[in-house]
């Protein structure tokens, strides 16, 4: 039986001007140079800004990893066969792979939600089911999903975060054979970017192969033109159940005031479908990352992004954002443990000590 529940969308607060001008004012009071955190500084403050609160925290950290499988990968998108969806999926379930790894070295809470594995999965400790179809369709040809199914995944998204109150800073990931090229079709429709220029070599594709990616995304946008002017249809078109949860799960944690560490390129375009379904969306997040992915090179330039790391990284999972993670810890018990002048006892003769 497949899973469906309706999207209501929340209203999304913007950042509190007040907490934000409290944290900037107390970074001013500390015993440091001006300035000498540098953009941890700045990260506290939005931080704050986002929270709604003059002292942040981002101790209670969730990820959670949605899966679901792609039909464009009939036309070869991919050196991965589509069955690793299914056992990469029971993989993480387990606490396997890079994204469990992390998660334990973190200390953050892991979920994996099959949104729409085409495989069957074992019984593991973190599934959570929520299959709403066995994959999508061939968005080259058709759409991924209709419109109903799109609502149905971002729902997920919505109630997976719902699932976790106690909150404070949410990383999604994802698990899917085939997904840079849904996230490259929306990137490209989105942004009104070339297909070549959002196509890079995902698993490992050869230059061949990129060049066909990019094809099967000209044609992709070429087949659904006609709906391209709607966000939520050119989410339903181009994307992929699990990206839809992901673009759920950020909204909702975004009306809830939790930031939002996003993560590599699937990542990314799953927040640019955020921020056009809704774009008081933009001020909650925060880009962990800048990939060695093309595309999610690009797509940082064009959302005037800054990274808080540059590593080379392409796994996907949620990792380059629970790398990140340590950051705004770092710079939450900066803002917040670091003591004043006034405190220390401290009486400053000019100059910056």
């Not at 209203?11 to 001013?28: L, N, T, W």
């Not at 993989?91 to 334990?104: C, M, S």
């Not at 994307?239 to 560490?261: D, S, V, W």
């Amino acid at each position: 039986m497949s899973y469906s529940s309706p999207w209501s969308p929340t209203v999304i607060p913007p950042p509190d001007a007040a907490a934000g001008a409290a944290a900037r004012q107390r970074q001013a009071e500390l015993t440091k140079p001006p300035g000498s955190l540098g953009r941890l500084e700045d990260l506290a403050v939005r931080l704050a800004g986002i929270q709604g609160r003059a002292q942040p925290a981002c101790t209670a950290a969730v990820v959670l990893l949605f899966a679901a499988d792609h039909g464009v990968c009939v036309h070869g998108v991919s050196p991965c066969l589509p069955a690793v969806t299914a056992q990469q999926t029971a993989n993480f379930a387990q606490g396997g792979g890079a994204v469990g790894v992390l998660a334990r070295c973190i200390g953050a809470a892991l979920e994996v939600i099959d949104v729409g594995v085409a495989g069957d999965l074992p019984e593991r400790p973190r599934l959570v089911r929520r299959r709403i179809r066995n994959g999508t369709r061939d968005l080259a040809t058709t759409m991924a999903m209709t419109v109903g199914e799109c609502r149905s995944a971002l729902a997920v998204g919505q109630e997976r975060v719902r699932a976790h109150p106690g909150c404070e800073v949410l990383i999604v990931g994802e698990m899917g054979i085939g997904n840079t090229t849904a996230s490259a079709a929306l990137m490209a429709a989105y942004l009104g970017l070339e297909p070549a220029l959002c196509c890079g070599r995902g698993a490992g594709l050869d230059d061949q192969g990129v060049q066909r990616k990019a094809a099967v995304v000209a044609r992709a946008l070429a087949c659904h033109r006609a709906v391209l002017s709607d966000p939520l249809a050119t989410l339903a078109a181009l994307g992929g159940l699990e990206i839809a949860a992901m673009t759920g799960a950020m909204l909702e944690a975004a009306a809830r005031r939790i930031p939002i560490l996003v993560d590599g390129f699937i990542a990314s375009a799953a927040a640019l479908a955020g921020t056009r379904l809704d774009p008081a969306l933009a001020p909650a997040l925060v880009f962990a990352h800048r990939g060695a992915e093309a595309g999610h090179r690009l797509l940082m330039e064009r959302l005037n992004a800054e990274p808080l790391l540059d590593l080379g990284l392409r796994l996907g999972e949620g990792t380059g954002a629970e790398l990140a993670l340590p950051l705004l810890r770092a710079s939450c018990a900066l803002l917040n443990e670091l003591t004043t002048w006034e405190e220390a006892g401290v009486h400053r003769q000019g100059g910056n000590r």
